[in-house]
């Protein structure tokens, strides 16, 4: 497994990969790996060639007061999961090489963005769009695997590859949870036992959501999202948001709504979770 930092070295490797007729499959990460990158991984394996896995922890994604400094990173333990898994190469940039002092280009979608963690982390997709665009230039992949545990920036990364021509395909990966169903996260590690314990609440009031609108169709959405709120706040859980939208445009569903996308964000403790569930409502 080759390890490269210079982001001229990954060109040259993905260009001479394709001269070559290889196909690049590329799983981007912010590292401190776990069971649900992994899973990304082996889809890459599956459909490519060569499988790129990017560790990045990108600064202009996070906002002035968040975790960019303190966010959890294990490059050895990262490496050996990655050699495990037969990734060919794992691409470790330091910032200064991928964000040169004056750059002033940037890669901005300006719909799905909006809402949800759009409008409470102000710039945050900016900064995905941005990497995500520059780590295509350099690895030149034929497909991307991205989780549907960041369903609004696989949205978000889809609208841009079409809007901006980009020649790959996007994978959707499966959420993958704890047995608990807690939904996998590197944030996770700075949760206390208590605070994990509580956290379960919500893949269980998602899950009882999906239940509920598949069952009794969309006019009892108001409910169900009151009652999501009740429960994780009742869960010791304090709400950034708990929203439901048309699953594609996300907008505010209408009573013809059929596809929608259930999404939260929920502090415990100092840490923010996200987690959502797809649900094809009755009609
Ligand atoms: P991150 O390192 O958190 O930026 O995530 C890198 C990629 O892994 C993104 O495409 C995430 O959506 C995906 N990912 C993170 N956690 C999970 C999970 N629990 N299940 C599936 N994909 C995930």
Redesign the pocket.
Known sequence: MKILKAPAELQAFALSCKRSGKTIAL??????L?A??L??IDIARQKADVVIVSIFVNPTQFGPNEDLERYPRDFERDSKLCAERGTDLIFVPNPEDMYCSDASTFVEETKLSQPLCGASRPGHFRGVTTVVAKLFNLALPDYA??????AQ??LVIKRMVRDLFFPVEIIA?????EHSGL????RNAYLSADEKSRAVVLSRVLDAAGSALRANGIEVLPGVLESMKHEIKNAGGKIDYVEALDASTLESPTAKTVDLLIALAVYFGKTRLIDNTFVWVKS
């Open positions: 799983v981007p990460t912010m590292g401190f776990h649900g990158h899973a990304l695997v991205f989780g549907m545990k960041d920036q696989l990966a499966p959420l993958i949870r939904a996998l996260s590197s």
